[in-house]
C-alpha cells in the first residue's frame, strides 16, 4: 500500500500565495498520474490539476495560469504552487495517485483565501 501524506495548507489573504506538498511512503512501485483535487462544503471534488510521470500536465480552467504542478520522481512527492489565490479556491485539498495496482488518497489539508 501507498500513504499520501499533504502538508501546506493553511489560510492566506486573497491575492497571497501557498504551497502544498505532498509525500508518497509505503510500498511505492513506479507511480504514474499524480494529482491534485478539491472540494468545498456542498461541492463534488474537483480535479485541480495533475502531472504525468513524464511531467506533463492538466489544469482545471480556474486555476490555469495562477496554479503550478510539479513533481519528483525521485522522492516521490508532487507539489501544487498556488498563486494569486482568491476566496472561491476555499477547499480541502486532496493528493491523488495511482500505479498498476490501485489508486490512493490523501487525508486532505485545509486552504481558506479570506481577509
Known amino acids: 500500500q501507498v500513504q499520501l501524506v499533504e502538508s501546506g495548507g493553511g489560510l492566506v489573504q486573497p491575492g497571497g500565495s501557498l504551497r502544498l506538498s505532498c509525500a508518497a511512503s509505503g510500498s511505492i512501485f513506479r507511480l504514474n498520474t499524480m494529482a491534485w483535487y478539491r472540494q468545498a462544503p456542498g461541492n463534488q471534488r474537483e480535479l485541480v490539476a495533475a502531472?504525468?510521470?513524464?511531467?506533463?500536465?492538466n489544469y482545471a480552467d480556474s486555476v490555469k495560469g495562477r496554479f503550478t504542478i510539479s513533481r519528483d520522481n525521485a522522492e516521490n512527492t508532487v507539489y501544487l504552487q498556488m498563486n494569486s489565490l482568491k476566496p472561491e479556491d476555499t477547499a480541502v485539498y486532496f493528493c491523488?495517485?495511482?500505479?498498476?495496482?490501485?489508486?490512493?488518497w490523501g487525508q486532505g489539508t485545509q486552504v481558506t483565501v479570506s481577509s
Open positions: 502531472i504525468t510521470r513524464g511531467s506533463s500536465t
Open positions: 491523488y495517485t495511482e500505479d498498476w495496482r490501485n489508486a490512493y
